[in-house]
């Protein structure tokens, strides 16, 4: 696994209170999941002319979406249920610095992406470390990869587009307004 980019550390007050509540966190993780899906089919739907990028959030979209059917069946073998999907409020903050402009505005969303992806990658290995060996555990593992090559795919996609001195310039004030962003979050049994 390569080097976090993320320069706030996610504290172990999160685990143990994800691994207390572990119920409230699949449903949540699995609103996350759709909610990704989502995510990439609306870059798709707004960047129709950016070939690399649709084909990529073609992918995107249905690998998130057989994730939120993975983590379901998990759901449901516990016996719960889904249940209406709740405000991130992490992503909601972090979606505040996508500045208006084609191309500015394209940069921060991939930018703010990649970002999300990475925590995402973080705090997923969190989880299959704290669990028992086992298939929930492999589950994790495998997310925690998934999710660290969605964060790496939406760098590369901006490095099509975008002048990488741009990207590293916005890419380093983004990650400072992240890790803000995650100080400030309550501690709770949710993936943000």
Do not use: C, N
Request: proline residues 3%.
């Amino acid at each position: 696994m390569p080097e976090s980019p993320l320069r706030h550390a996610t504290p172990a007050a999160w685990t143990e209170t994800v691994m207390t509540d572990f119920d409230s966190f699949l449903l949540d993780h699995a609103a996350a999941e759709k909610k990704a899906s989502g995510m990439a089919i609306s870059m798709l739907s707004h960047y129709p002319d950016r070939v690399e990028l649709v084909a990529a959030m073609a992918d995107l979209a249905v690998e998130e979406l057989t994730h939120y059917r993975e983590v379901v069946k998990w759901i449901h073998r516990r016996g719960l249920r889904t249940a209406a999907d709740r405000k991130d409020h992490y992503v909601l903050a972090l979606r505040e610095s996508i500045r208006k402009g084609r191309e500015v505005y394209l940069l921060d969303r991939l930018l703010t992406a990649s970002i999300i992806e990475a925590r995402g990658a973080e705090r997923f290995a969190l989880v299959a470390a704290a669990l028992p060996a086992g298939a929930l555990k492999k589950f994790y593992q495998s997310i925690a990869r998934s999710e660290e090559r969605h964060y790496e795919l939406f760098l590369q996609l901006a490095g099509v587009y975008l002048d990488q001195q741009v990207i590293a310039a916005r890419w380093d004030e983004l990650l400072d307004i992240e890790a803000d962003i995650v100080a400030a979050l309550p501690i709770q049994a949710a993936l943000h």
